[in-house]
């Protein structure tokens, strides 16, 4: 990109600043001057993302709604408006739905989804006037039917559904709302299934692009939607996810 990048001097919220995902978005938003307040719930690995980068940090749970307010109130009470949120909040359950408990369901939708819808209202309310960009994570996982995805699966199809319908909502105020669906990827969340040799092997041999994603994969993505460059993309859903959800790979016979 040629000149000052379109994303300097703007003011951002990360959600879920702290894990793998969050905090690449924060080095990235960071290192072309954009104003950050990241959020999570480790008051160590945020003060590390403060000593480090440029950020303002803010502890929290994404999952209480009152608190994602908070943060989205302390960003426009600093830099005088929000130009976007990013909710990188998340959970990984991976049981049939005969083993579910009533209290890991519960749990998992309120940490994928509850914690996105309060991003879309916070973000939403904050933006009404100046317009921006809400981008949520949702996952390969609600797009194609995976064994003992069912709750998770469940969790991120209804992140694509508040995806859809907010951003036919608030496109006349200027809000775009997005989403990246990821496959398997590895981050500190995932780590007790990469870290297995034959899990790794076979969670590897279900993405056709034959590796699984790094951070920077799904980063540089929602980077890119939270930036005035895609400020003609709306109610879209990008799988960045080695062609998972939609690619069949080759067998080898």
């Given amino acids: ?20 995902i969050g905090s690449d978005v924060a ?10 307040v990241v959020g999570g719930r480790d008051a160590e690995r945020l003060g590390e993302l403060a000593r480090t980068l440029d950020v303002r940090p803010y502890r929290l749970d994404a999952t209480t709604s009152g608190e994602v307010d908070s943060i989205v109130s302390a960003t426009v009470d600093a ?5 976007g949120i ?34 879309v209202r916070a973000g939403a309310r904050a933006m009404m ?10 996952s390969a996982a609600a797009r194609v039917g995976l064994a003992n995805h069912e709750a ?27 989403a990246v669906a990821p496959g398997m990827v590895r981050t500190p969340l995932t780590a007790h299934i990469v870290e297995n040799e034959h899990a790794e092997r076979a969670s590897v041999a279900m993405h056709p692009s034959g590796r699984l994603g790094e951070p920077s994969d799904i980063s540089s993505a929602i980077t890119w939607l939270l930036s005035p460059e895609a400020s003609w993309v709306n109610g879209q859903v990008f ?3 080695g062609g998972l959800s939609t690619v069949r790979a080759r067998v080898k016979v």
């Fill in 79 to 83: 830099y005088g408006r929000l130009d």
């Fill in 129 to 138: 006037k100046t317009g921006g960009s809400i981008v949520l994570v949702s």
């Fill in 152 to 178: 998770i699966g469940a969790a991120k199809a209804g992140v694509i559904g508040l995806v859809l319908s907010a951003a036919a909502t608030y496109a006349r105020a200027g809000i775009r709302v997005n």
């Fill in 1 to 20: 990109m040629d000149g000052a990048s379109t994303i300097e001097g703007k003011s951002y919220v990360i959600l879920g600043a702290t894990g793998g």
């Fill in 239 to 241: 799988g960045v996810d």
């Fill in 86 to 119: 990013v909710n990188c909040v998340g959970s990984m359950l991976l049981k049939p739905a005969h083993l579910t408990s009533d209290e890991e369901w519960d749990e998992t939708l309120t940490v994928n989804l509850k914690s996105a819808f309060s991003a």
């Fill in 27 to 36: 080095r990235k938003l960071a290192a072309q001057g954009a104003n950050l």
